[in-house]
């Protein structure tokens, strides 16, 4: 009866070994010392030979072959969500909850790895730890602060436990996602065994090293026979360098120059080379004598002085967005100049009811902003993305503001820019670049954007440049500063003054077209120089 209700029991096993392997890799687990799983689990070399012992007396089930079970082991070492699988099992013996850790003396313990915090997200570095090893953890408390590709996050304990060990100390840059920067453990006592661990490098996300190619197998020097003499003779080959005569005036031109004395033919007596010929030759080249190199007091070329500053991670993205926009979006651009003395007026006006009731002055870039969410809302073909399949027309109005700082260009969102009030949107710009500044912008403040505007006149006094395109977005505003022109006047021989600002609109041409562009031009140029149809 024992004999029977083994094979049944081993039976059961084999039969249920492919869907517990189908479910493994969905199982968040913890990671065990050996000393726990000898409490769980029986030997495995007295597992493999009754199953081995089994499966030579027994009939393999139909729809398992013997070669799934008789005694193979399955690893199972791929991070799942920062934890680890790290042992090896029978197939009889996978658990659906729990492994076990193959770092003997380790007790339970949570490997955390990079989180992902933005969709763009592959790396991210370190800030800095507000938590230090030894301290207690628990839901909801920030352990550190993880510069992302677009912000600095801060990143959010999951559970309680102690900080046991930090792997990626401040300032660690270019951390992979899922690349382990820390680990937790439950008990307080177990924090010292962790003082000297080191992740492996599978465990890490860091790649394997690559075997070395094995050299390639050396040649062995082949005789080439001797050709007999040829009776005529050679010409004599040409002198080195240094048997080349030039007058000292004429060499030291060359040597500044960097010029070869063997690539001038001299006209001098016995065909010496003279400055003259140095001249000549650098006029052949279609070059200018110019100053000598400047040297030291030994006679060596100065050194050139500079400094290395190492990118952000927003500089990097910065880059990396701009030069696939200007790669695979087909740019064009439209210019236009809008008079902007009714502008400046309602301004001023509304500047002075804030100022009485203590809320926020108004800016011009506010102005520009209300108005081109309200030409977005009236040619919302501008408001759209290009993909392979579909134009996405939106009907949020997003518009993104760039924001310069220190740190490099980061453009905060204003959500449904054509449905507020231009105090909301003046105090909403405040906050969100005072954000930007201190580098606190969380992602909700910068995505999801439709539009963007980037004005370079009121702070710069730029008159006039072109913008490149935000992408998936099809259009950016380029705002220009304001500036008095000499107008006709409405008599004969009479002039007037009037200020004008120059936009240019860029366009991706496979979502906006020319006659498209123009028309989004003139419905915010209608608003710019009739302001007051804004507050309507």
């Keep these: 009866m024992v004999c029977a209700s083994r094979i049944i029991n081993h039976s059961k096993k084999l039969r249920n070994v492919p869907n517990l392997m189908r479910h493994d890799h969905a199982v968040s687990v913890r990671c065990f010392s050996s000393g726990a799983q000898s409490s769980v689990c029986r030997s495995e070399a007295a597992e493999r030979e009754r199953v081995s012992k089994f499966v030579a007396r027994n009939p393999v089930p139909s729809g398992l072959s013997r070669n799934n079970c008789s005694g193979r082991t399955t690893r199972l070492g791929t991070p799942i969500g920062g934890v680890v699988f790290g042992r090896e099992f029978l197939c009889s013996q996978v658990q659906s909850r729990r492994g076990f850790a193959s770092d003997a003396g380790l007790p339970p313990h949570q490997e955390i790895g990079m989180p992902s915090l933005s969709p763009t997200m592959t790396e991210g570095n370190i800030a800095r730890w507000l938590k230090k ?3 207690k953890v628990n839901p909801g408390e920030v352990l550190c602060e993880v510069e992302t590709d677009k912000a600095t996050v801060e990143m959010e304990c999951m559970e309680e436990g102690y900080l046991a060990k930090i792997i990626k100390g401040d300032g660690s840059k270019e951390i992979k996602v ?65 048997r080349f005569f030039a007058s000292p005036l004429a060499r030291k031109m060359a040597e500044d120059h960097r ?14 080379i003279v400055k003259a010929d140095i001249e000549d030759y650098l006029a052949s080249r279609g070059k ?56 400046l007026g ?7 009811l804030q100022e009485a009731s203590g809320g ?31 134009i996405r027309q939106y009907n949020n109005v997003n518009i993104n503001v760039a924001v310069q700082t220190e740190n490099g260009l980061y453009v905060p969102v204003i959500r449904n820019a054509d449905k507020k009030g231009l105090s909301s949107i003046a105090a909403e710009v405040k906050q969100l670049a005072q954000k930007a500044k201190e580098n ?27 913008a490149i395109i935000n992408p998936p977005q099809s259009g950016i505003l380029a705002v ?40 989004w031009l003139k419905a915010f140029k209608g608003y710019i120089e009739n302001p007051e149809t804004m507050l309507l």
């Design 288 to 343: 200018e004598v110019s100053a000598p190199t400047p040297k030291t007091k030994d006679g060596k070329l100065e050194a050139l002085d500079y400094v290395d500053i190492p990118h952000s991670q927003i500089r990097k993205v910065t880059a990396s967005r701009l030069l696939f926009s200007k790669q695979t979006i087909p740019h064009y651009y439209l210019t236009v100049d809008t008079c902007v003395d009714k502008l």
């Design 259 to 272: 010029v070869a004395l063997s690539s001038i033919k001299g006209t001098g007596p016995d065909g010496h």
């Design 133 to 135: 090893e030894g301290d």
């Design 440 to 466: 606190s912008l969380k992602p909700e403040d910068y995505e999801g954007g439709t539009f963007t505007v980037s004005n370079l006149g009121g702070p710069f006094g730029i008159k006039q440049f072109c």
């Design 346 to 352: 309602l301004r001023s006006q509304l500047n002075s």
């Design 480 to 519: 220009g500063s304001a500036e008095k022109r000499v107008i006709p006047g409405s008599g004969p021989e009479q002039f007037n003054f009037a200020s004008f600002m120059s936009v240019t609109l860029s366009c991706d041409h496979r979502v906006i077209d020319g006659a498209i562009g123009a028309e």
């Design 178 to 242: 899922g690349e382990i920067i820390a680990i937790t453990v439950e008990e307080e006592e177990h924090i010292a065994k962790f003082k000297d661990y080191s992740p492996s490098a599978a465990d890490s996300g860091a790649p394997a090293e690559k075997e070395p190619a094995a050299p390639p197998p050396k040649q062995e020097p082949v005789e080439q026979p001797v050709s007999s003499p040829e009776p005529k003779s050679k010409p004599a080959s040409p002198p080195s360098e240094d």
């Design 360 to 390: 926020k002055r108004t800016s011009v870039n506010d102005l520009v902003i209300k108005a081109a969410a309200l030409a977005l809302r009236k040619v919302p073909q501008c408001n759209s993305s290009w993909t392979d399949d579909y």
